[in-house]
């Protein structure tokens, strides 16, 4: 798909040059020395992005490769967000962006930043915005995921993040695609459980938002069902040994920081209490081990 989308990029580049208002056309052939070329987000696919985002009065925004502002000024008027910031290298377009925010009336809410993407600190975004190629993307998901909090949502308009599988996609008016992403915590690694006066070992073994892994018990070691992380939120399930039976344990936990793991063990509708602290090192999210 990605080698595809390599080769009709510029094919699509040309027909929506060919396409678009005099005003734009001049914008976006001016924009192609860049490696990104300037096409604005419909916006109708603004407001998509913004709602899969979940935009909340809380939030601070972050819109990598701006252009003309609209996402980040619709994000605060629009959408209620605490503030936003819009980064792009091109300085016609963050003059642009300025003149666009006081015309809306939210120079007090909204930063635009002439900056390269992948140099300027974005890690206080509890959302980010991106328009981007998906080689671009790859580029800048080790940054993702090493400096955005865990639960940060991240949505991206067309080309997405490669083995990095979305939480969520939507598709616009039959071709356009939007792609939201959770950041999840860092649990790769050996862990150590407690639980009912019980110790034992656990292996998390993470792909992204998948998890796999197992647990010891008995003397046995006992392979994960299934595993999911859903920001600092941490499920799997595998067998809990009593006897020559296998009850289904399902264990629920928040990472809650440097090494710790707090949440129960539901075993056949019994709830324990448990937590883990880490005893190996964590890999970096985005360097995965095989499925």
Known sequence: MNMILKFALPLLAIALVAMAPAAVRAAMLEDDQYDVPYVPTPMKTVGRMLEMAKVKPSDVLYDLGSGDGRIVISAVRDYGALRAVGVDINPVRIRESNENARKAGVTDKVKFYEANIFEHDFSEASVLL???????????RPKILATLKPGTRVVTHDFDMGEWEPDDVASMDGFRHVYMWIVPANVDGTWEVT?????????LEQFF?????????AGKTVAFRTGHLDGVNVTFEANALSGNNATPAIYTAKATGAGALEGTIDIGGKKVAFTARRTGPSPAIDAPRSK
């Open 209 to 217: 938002q998948q998890l796999s892994g197992s647990v010891q018990l």
């Open 195 to 203: 639980a009912g006066g019980a110790k034992y070992p656990l292996v």
């Open 130 to 140: 991106m328009y981007l190629l998906t080689e671009v993307n790859l580029k800048l």
